[in-house]
């Protein structure tokens, strides 16, 4: 069974850095099938895709975080990350990282599994 | 960006009831249209993908339809456990996946 778990800190000063990681189990990055990537959601509001990224090493981010963001895939760690520089209180959000599927399933970059989801608080 | 919007924002039903939720893009998108469930303090579950196929595991009361720029999600016979906030996201343009405002469900 597909498991997407979560992992970094709760808080993050104003201008810092954010730093996630999430471990997969069940199923292998690797898969050429799957693209892996996060949604985040600020508290009491809705989802924000922010990055996609296929173990081949290419990458999608979203236009409003590009300048900020950077993911990487570690294989044989079966985990991906996701780094988000110069904070604010604006990224305050849960982050869920996220299974897509492939362009070869016919329906585009589907989120078809999610994990938990994270809280990262961004204040002084 | 292709912008979604969902209505209602929020709605009440009692079990048993039909429900609909709509979903609108601002541009064509075809039939790359997602809707998700969301309970309260959970991570949002993929319910229907392609505007209209169910994804396993999911009840059959759950349907979706449309293409283009209208969609919609029904839920045939409301039941206690569907409350929830529903989010329907586009997939059509790869490099800006968009989501929907949502849609509160309340059980009356």
């Known amino acids: 069974q597909l498991q997407l778990q979560e992992s970094g800190p709760g808080l993050v000063k104003p201008s810092e850095t954010l730093s996630l990681t999430c471990t997969v189990s069940?199923?292998?990055?690797?898969?050429?099938?799957?693209?892996w990537g996060w949604i985040r959601q600020p508290p009491g509001k809705g989802l924000e895709w922010t990055a996609r990224m296929h173990y081949s090493g290419t990458t999608h981010y979203s236009p409003s975080l590009k300048s900020r963001l950077r993911t990487s895939v570690d294989t044989s760690k079966n985990q991906f990350s996701l780094t988000l520089s110069t904070v604010t209180a604006a990224d305050t959000a849960v982050y869920f990282c996220?299974?897509?599927?492939?362009?070869?399933?016919?329906?585009?970059?589907?989120?078809?599994?999610w994990g938990q989801g994270t809280l990262v608080t961004v204040s002084s | 960006d292709i912008q979604m919007t969902q209505s209602p924002s929020s709605l009440s039903a009692s079990v048993g009831d039909r429900v609909t939720i709509t979903c609108r893009a601002s541009q064509s998108i075809s039939t790359y249209l997602n809707w998700f469930q969301q309970k309260p303090g959970k991570a949002p579950k993929l319910l229907i993908y392609g505007a209209s196929s169910l994804q396993s595991g999911v009840p059959s009361r759950f349907s979706g339809s449309g293409s283009g720029t209208d969609f919609t999600l029904t839920i045939s016979t409301l039941q206690p456990e569907d409350l929830g906030t529903y989010y329907c996201q586009q997939s059509y343009s790869t490099l800006a996946l968009t989501f929907g405002g949502g849609t509160k469900v309340d059980i009356k």
């Open positions: 069940g199923d292998s990055i690797s898969s050429s099938s799957y693209y």
């Open positions: 996220v299974r897509f599927l492939g362009y070869s399933y016919g329906y585009g970059p589907v989120p078809d599994h």
